[in-house]
């Protein structure tokens, strides 16, 4: 009986396992489209966004590859690199982009919807496609190996369209 039951037991987590499961939700590389339309206006851009632990890089390139902005959010600090334009800094990523390109994409919390997960540091609820949070409707229309593939992020008259390439 005894045996039956230590081969029934579950043996805990490797140490190293969980490291890796951690380090893969911290550290990743995202190509994709993104069409975004806010009012009357409409742009695709591609993106490029590299996270490593808490620090984002994000590349948004327009037609033919041209670059709009280059921009690396940190903990505490936002930079905002924009071809001819210069170079910025501010708190806030998402007001940043917005001031100096005119693009909404609230970046802070990006960074977590991009893999189909609510911010943990906000309030959210599931809908039916996915999940709200912070007046945001976020619906994941497809997935893939458990990442998502395809995602809609939609609030008042701003919908942001993102269809991934690949993930690294």
Do not use: Y
Request: charged share 20%; aromatic share 8%; glycine share 6%.
């Amino acid at each position: 009986m005894s045996l039956v039951i230590a081969g029934c037991a579950v043996s805990p987590p490797d140490q190293h396992d969980s490291e890796q499961i951690k380090d893969s939700e911290a550290n990743w590389r995202l190509l994709s489209r993104v069409g975004i339309r806010h009012g009357d206006t409409a742009e695709t851009f591609s993106l490029t966004w590299q996270q490593q632990d808490d620090t984002s890089d994000i590349r948004l390139n327009g037609t033919l590859g041209v670059s709009v902005a280059n921009i690396r959010v940190t903990p505490n600090i936002a930079f905002i690199d924009i071809p001819r334009r210069g170079s910025f800094q501010a708190e806030n990523a998402s007001q940043l982009l917005l001031e100096h390109t005119g693009v909404v994409m609230p970046l802070e919390l990006l960074t977590f919807w991009v893999r189909g997960k609510p911010s943990p540091l906000l309030p959210w609820q599931n809908t039916v496609s996915g999940f709200e949070q912070s007046g945001w409707q976020i619906k994941i229309d497809k997935v893939v190996d458990d990442l998502p593939m395809k995602l809609v992020f939609l609030k008042g008259d701003t919908s942001i369209k993102m269809a991934v390439r690949s993930w690294q």
